[in-house]
């Protein structure tokens, strides 16, 4: 019975979504892939799904969710020029993993994120009490407040995804994690759909940018000299 209201109300959903919106998905789901495979055309493609997705949110007046899609294009941007950066040896920034720092900053993000964004949905819908009575995921938790959390873990997400961090994946499953049931639960069907896509391509993608990581290791272990790699009273007896 569950399996049929599912797919009653995921065919209901495909049936009253528009060729814009469908496009924007499209262009979503080309941009995760193209991020597994740590493609440049990651950032082109996402860049034209968030850019649709403010055209479509400026009719419903949805300002709020238009400016956290706003704020994606603007990562997005940042990540395509940090993509395409080259260090002082001419070459581009490298596929790493997060210092201790880097991930404690990665965590006061997030929090400063949520309150940003929670701030933001609160400002705009708070003369609105339809959508604050309509916003309860279980008693005494807003959706509002798992919407402002998803949303900050993605931005810090699409951050160190710019900056090639491999931890990028570890934010975009535990916020696809989220939005599954979230966007279930609101009864986007397809979008709960389409962040099942999500995550199995997410996981992917931690697991093939760790392969990458091997490799470039292992290429770059490969480009020293023999006598380099030669323990140091080795060399001297020589």
Do not use: C
Not at 4 to 9: A, V, W
Not at 76 to 81: D, E, I, K, T
Not at 122 to 144: A, C, I, P, R, S
């Amino acid at each position: 019975m569950l399996l049929n209201t599912f797919f009653e109300i995921f065919w209901q959903n495909v049936l009253e979504t528009t060729l814009l919106e469908i496009i924007a998905v499209i262009f979503g789901l080309m941009s995760v892939w193209y991020a597994k495979k740590a493609n440049i055309l990651v950032y082109p493609t996402g860049i034209v799904s968030v850019l649709i997705y403010v055209y479509i949110l400026i009719e419903p007046r949805l300002y709020a969710d238009m400016g956290i899609n706003f704020f994606y294009f603007l990562m997005s941007v940042y990540g395509w020029y940090m993509w395409t950066r080259k260090g002082p040896q001419k070459k581009v920034i490298p596929i790493r993993w997060n210092t201790k720092f880097q991930q404690f900053l990665g965590i006061i993000a997030v929090v400063v994120f949520f309150f940003i964004i929670l701030g933001m949905l609160w400002f705009f819908n708070k003369n609105n009490q339809d959508y604050l009575d309509e916003y309860v995921f279980t008693e005494g938790l807003k959706l509002m407040h798992v919407d402002s959390f998803t949303t900050s873990i993605f931005l810090v997400g699409m951050l160190f995804m710019a900056l090639k961090r491999i931890e990028n994946w570890i934010y975009w499953i535990i916020g696809d994690i989220i939005s599954v049931p979230l966007y279930f639960e609101k009864g986007l069907v397809f979008t709960s759909f389409q962040y099942f896509v999500f995550l199995g391509i997410a996981i992917a993608g931690l697991f093939s940018w760790m392969k990458l990581y091997r490799e470039s290791q292992e290429r770059d272990l490969k480009a020293i000299p023999t006598e380099e790699k030669l323990p140091v009273e080795h060399t001297l007896k020589n």
